[in-house]
């Protein structure tokens, strides 16, 4: 899996849009980004991924630049309960014909939204 | 709620006696993966199946740890003579994976204290 870097933490307004960055310089062709977040003390709850193309569903859009080594989760409008750990993982088969999907999760951001 | 399950949420045992926890997968999906999460770092792998066969363990897991998945729907973690130091969060995710893609949902753990 692609190692990953995100800022330790990050601040945002309530009703704000949360911009976070991931850098993944190492991912490779058939890895997909993926992100989740976690509350305290709750599972971690899938966001959003891709591959090449920028996504948007219900919870955020994930803007991933052409050459692929970096990607941001957008948050439009941040509220109180946005407030949690992102993890941004690269995922996918290891090498040719591998089929391990294990998520590989770093320390995330955490996302304090403020009112 | 993602539809997967774990039980029990919380447990607390004394060192030596053995626990096992139960997590009952989001009905079609053919994966489910175990995790172990300890205060302030991201989840980390333990062991994985696709149906009923278990496909990789990660060096993490110790030979009185052990998983099933009998009849490739819910699965069971024990921990045989536990230690203090199996004391984390124990997490269950399912996906459903085909064409070399997948998206894993996770359960809301289940919190193990050894005293």
């Known amino acids: 899996d692609a190692k990953t870097t995100q800022p330790t933490s990050m601040d945002c307004a309530e009703g704000r849009a949360a911009n976070l960055p991931c850098n993944h310089s190492?991912?490779?062709?058939?890895?997909?980004v993926y992100w989740y977040r976690q509350i305290h003390s709750q599972g971690p709850q899938y966001i959003i991924h891709?591959?090449?193309n920028n996504e948007t569903n219900e919870m955020a859009s994930l803007i991933i630049t052409e050459d692929r080594k970096s990607s941001t989760l957008i948050l439009p409008h941040a509220t109180l309960r946005d407030t949690a750990v992102y993890y941004c993982?690269?995922?996918?088969?290891?090498?040719?014909?591998?089929?391990?999907?294990?998520?590989?999760f770093g320390k995330g951001t955490l996302l304090t939204v403020n009112p | 709620d993602t539809g997967v399950s774990q039980n029990p949420r919380h447990k607390i045992t004394k060192r030596g006696q053995n626990v096992t926890f139960r997590c009952d997968p989001i009905?079609?999906?053919?994966?489910l993966y175990w995790y172990r999460q300890t205060l302030g770092q991201g989840p980390e792998f333990l062991t994985y199946?696709?149906?009923?066969?278990?496909?990789?363990k990660s060096r993490l897991l110790s030979d009185r740890f052990s998983a099933e998945r009998p009849k490739g729907s819910f699965s069971t973690l024990e921990i045989q003579r536990t230690e203090q130091g199996d004391s984390a969060m124990y997490l269950c995710?399912?996906?459903?994976?085909?064409?070399?893609?997948?998206?894993?949902?996770f359960g809301p753990g289940t919190r193990l204290l050894v005293l």
């Open positions: 009905s079609e999906h053919n994966r």
């Open positions: 891709g591959l090449k």
């Open positions: 995710a399912s996906s459903y994976y085909r064409d070399r893609q997948e998206t894993q949902y």
């Open positions: 199946f696709q149906n009923e066969a278990q496909l990789e």
């Open positions: 993982i690269g995922q996918g088969p290891l090498g040719s014909g591998g089929s391990n999907y294990k998520l590989t």
């Open positions: 190492t991912i490779s062709g058939n890895e997909y």
